[in-house]
């Protein structure tokens, strides 16, 4: 089975701000991560598939790197709308979740 | 435009079998590429992976689950059924199909999802 870990598991941060999230997995999945963003009741939402490609409607404030067992997943300026928690996904063998990131308001 | 919902039981008992059916519209489980796949989410905690079957009728597991989940198509009916069989209070959770088309970079992402279905678990 591939693990998925995510860092850090919760964020504070302000409206401006720049934040990163990073995803590691257990081995390497070349560039089959995904993530997503949750809100509260909601189904998560696809950001980011392919480590680095945006999903069509995304603002471009976000976005993804990385290859291999290392990614992150970036918001250049943190808007009201994206304090949520993200998930990232590897689809390289099977499928798995890393456990999340919460984005907090600081 | 690409619809899917999930239907089943909100109440099983332990060690009953619960089968999730997923609903959907706006694209066709023959279509080469196209998967559906079911995830769920416990509440408060994260979300996790259960199955995924494609459009050639390939279906993954979950390892930790696999002896427990069978994933089926009726592409006639354009539903995805995940049934689980020995259901415990811990398999409490909303449950979440997705569809799924291969990029052309090769992966899977989900990039449409149901709104979910609350599954508890109590005798």
């Known amino acids: 089975d591939i693990q998925m870990t995510q860092s850090p598991s919760s964020l504070s941060a302000s409206v401006g701000d720049r934040v990163t999230i990073t995803c590691r997995a257990s081995?390497?999945?070349?560039?089959?991560l995904n993530w997503y963003q949750q809100k509260p009741g909601k189904a998560p939402k696809l950001l980011i598939y392919?480590?680095?490609s945006l999903q069509s409607g995304v603002p471009s404030r976000f976005s993804g790197s990385g290859s291999g067992t290392d990614f992150t997943l970036t918001i250049s300026s943190l808007q009201p709308e994206d304090f949520a928690t993200y998930y990232c996904?590897?689809?390289?063998?099977?499928?798995?979740f890393g456990q999340g990131t919460k984005l907090e308001i600081k | 435009q690409i619809t899917l919902k999930e239907s089943g039981p909100t109440l099983v008992k332990p060690t009953q079998t619960l089968t999730l059916t997923c609903t959907f519209s706006?694209?066709?489980?023959?279509?080469?590429?196209?998967?559906v796949g079911w995830i769920r989410q416990p509440p408060g905690k994260a979300l996790e992976w259960l199955a995924l079957?494609?459009?050639?009728?390939?279906?993954r597991y979950s390892p930790s689950l696999k002896s427990r989940l069978t994933i089926t198509k009726d592409t006639s009916k354009n539903q995805v059924v995940l049934t689980m069989t020995n259901m415990d209070p811990v398999d409490t959770a909303t449950y979440y199909c997705?569809?799924?088309?291969?990029?052309?970079?090769?992966?899977?992402?989900?990039?449409?999802w149901g709104q979910g279905t609350l599954v508890t678990v109590s005798s």
């Open positions: 997705a569809h799924s088309r291969a990029s052309i970079y090769g992966d899977y992402p989900f990039d449409y």
């Open positions: 706006g694209f066709s489980l023959s279509t080469s590429g196209v998967g």
């Open positions: 079957i494609y459009w050639d009728d390939d279906k």
């Open positions: 081995q390497s999945i070349s560039s089959y």
């Open positions: 392919a480590a680095s």
């Open positions: 996904q590897q689809s390289y063998s099977t499928n798995s």
